[in-house]
């Protein structure tokens, strides 16, 4: 029996030294060592010995356990060391390639917009001035000369909340009330970039939010004519030195008299096309002189001081300057309109 047993052991310890991976080995282990094993079953034959046989052949089953789970554990070792060197060189980096670009986001191009606006007029001596978005009805609407029942008011289709006289603001225009009352009676040269809201149709042309770049100048002297070469001077600078500006009078409310400034087509050179209506002309802002009232209520004295405000639409502008038809576009979230841009 004994001479059985270190056969079986010298076969054992042959086949572990063949095992030439990690999964052979454990195939080799259960075959060998297992619950089921060679080993195993063979030390399961001691009752067939005599009582004077079995202390030895109890101790040469342990030795051989012993011996051989001592030769798995190096020869383990052995293996994976060697598949681990296999596989750091099978998976080397060259760090000579060159690396993948990260994907980068991208400005939205309303962003871009109100930035190139912002840079005309900060060219053009104007500074920023932030208003908040929700507003009382008194700054929104009755310090603009619109009193409560004026028939303006069906122009801005409001956004009421549930405290009385607080509203979201339909226009930026309140943001003057704002810096005049804290830069009376210090000239003022601001513009007012800002979220509107109104409740309208969403349409390819209206939605119920959009941006807005209020401008005020407050001064003495001021006159109509700064306003109409400040205005044409930032036109030509966005959308080009060659391009060819109107006025055409219009009424606002907080402006007498009032204006809506056109720039030519930039899509037809002014011959007329469907974008601009055969028309040759493209709206891009309303504007005036601030009125008496307006500028009282800010704190200005209108027999000393006089100004001018306009109003542009920078999705408006976006959309003229890029051929963009439809302003659902600039909230769709469609990174293949986005991703233009």
């Not at 007498?256 to 802002?285: F, N, R, T």
């Amino acid at each position: 029996m004994l001479e059985q047993l270190d056969q079986l052991y010298r076969e054992s310890l042959e086949t572990l030294r063949a095992a030439g991976s990690t999964a052979g080995l454990e195939a080799w282990y259960r075959q060998a060592l297992g619950r089921k094993g060679q080993v195993t079953l063979i030390t399961r034959q001691v009752g067939q010995l005599s009582p004077e046989e079995r202390p030895a052949f109890g101790k040469r089953v342990n030795e051989i356990k012993n011996e051989l789970e001592a030769a798995y554990e190096a020869r383990l070792a052995e293996l994976q060391a060697a598949e681990l060197e296999a596989q750091l060189a099978a998976d080397s980096l060259d760090v000579t390639l060159p690396g993948r670009r990260p994907w980068r986001g991208r400005l939205h191009p309303s962003t871009q917009t109100l930035r190139e606006i912002y840079r005309i007029w900060g060219d053009m001596g104007f500074q920023i001035y932030r208003s908040r978005d929700v507003e009382t009805d008194e700054y929104n609407f009755e310090l603009l000369n619109i009193p409560q029942d004026h028939p303006a008011r069906d122009m801005w289709d409001t956004f009421y909340t549930t405290t009385p006289g607080v509203l979201l603001r339909t226009h930026t225009s309140p943001g003057q009330i704002h810096a005049m009352r804290q830069y009376c009676p210090e000239p003022i040269r601001v513009i007012l970039p800002g979220m509107c809201y109104r409740y309208e149709q969403i349409t390819a042309r209206s939605e119920i939010q959009f941006h807005q770049v209020e401008g005020l100048a407050v001064g003495r002297n001021i006159t109509l004519a700064d306003l109409k070469g400040t205005l044409a001077d930032f036109a030509r600078r966005m959308f080009g030195a060659e391009r060819q500006v109107r006025f055409r009078a219009n009424y606002f409310p907080f402006t007498e008299p009032s204006a809506e400034m056109d720039v030519e087509c930039h899509l037809c050179q002014g011959a007329g096309c469907q974008l601009c209506k055969y028309s040759g002309w493209l709206e891009i802002l309303g504007c005036g002189m601030v009125h008496p009232t307006v500028l009282r209520n800010g704190g200005y004295d209108p027999a000393v001081y006089s100004g001018f405000a306009f109003g542009m639409g920078p999705e408006r502008i976006a959309m003229l300057k890029y051929g963009i038809e439809d302003i659902r576009y600039f909230w769709g979230n469609d990174l293949r309109f986005l991703e233009q841009f």
